[in-house]
């Protein structure tokens, strides 16, 4: 009895040091898993592409608590600015289109995103009085490439380049196959990019409204607020190279 007994108490401590050990493996896995679930996309970093997007992997929900509103001013302004004096990480005076923009769209391409190309054309058109989008298969000046992956595992990332004019005379737009993770990401990235490519390099993250070029996924997509840059850029005479001072000047007198 007295062997029997000596011998149930060492395999009964063990067990316990077992079951103790794998509670901690458990939770050590847990713990991993939810932090690489919430790890953010990394950024480009390349002074002649602009960097995007951060969202989440694995969830459905867009970032940020604030809705879409009317923006004042303003606002604006400050939105407008923030996006045609920023390319990248570097500080640019005002560029923009000042001909046609011959959309050309390369590789596979999914329905849901050429009807996106679609929309964005026909509401940039609406918006536009001076410059026009067209689609074409050859020859294009603005080129979306669908591609299997993207850079560095992003949903998009777009480019373009101007003369000393500050006029832009070409763009090209990334769509990588990343952007169908999430279900509402196919409409943000390709507005965004698309957006960009227009002259929009920055991102503009608002304490008022979500907005179309923050550089993480808001709300709505495309907003009266986008219309009112694109207005604002192609349709007022603003000079082209214009600085933050002048723009400021030129919207607040």
């Known amino acids: 009895m007295v062997n029997q007994t000596l011998n149930e108490k060492p395999k009964s401590k063990a067990c316990s040091w077992i079951f103790l050990g794998i509670f901690f493996l458990l939770v050590f896995i847990s713990v991993a898993m939810f932090s690489f679930g919430t790890k953010n996309f990394p950024a480009i970093k390349n002074s002649s592409i602009i960097k995007d997007l951060s969202v989440n992997k694995n969830s459905n929900k867009t970032s940020g608590i604030k809705g879409f509103a009317v923006m004042s001013q303003n606002e604006l302004v400050n939105y407008f600015i923030t996006e045609v004096t920023t390319y990248g990480s570097k500080t640019v005076p005002l560029q923009r289109w000042n001909k046609d923009i011959k959309v050309q769209i390369e590789g596979e391409s999914d329905v849901e995103s050429l009807k996106l190309i679609n929309e964005f054309i026909k509401r940039f058109n609406q918006n536009s009085k001076t410059v026009k989008m067209e689609k074409v298969s050859t020859g294009g000046n603005f080129v979306i490439q669908f591609k299997d992956a993207s850079r560095k595992g ?34 943000y990235t390709v507005n965004h990019e698309m957006f960009h490519a227009l002259g929009f390099g920055g991102h503009y993250r608002s304490d008022v409204s979500c907005t179309l070029m923050s550089a993480k996924h808001c709300a709505k997509s495309f907003t009266a607020n986008e219309d009112k840059l694109i207005q604002m850029l192609y349709n007022s005479n603003i000079p082209a190279c214009s600085t933050e001072t002048k723009i400021r000047d030129f919207f607040n007198k």
């Open 154 to 187: 992003l949903p998009g990332s777009a480019a373009f380049g101007s003369g000393n004019d500050c006029f832009i005379d070409g763009a090209v737009v990334e769509i990588g196959e990343e952007v169908g993770m999430l279900e509402s990401l196919p409409d």
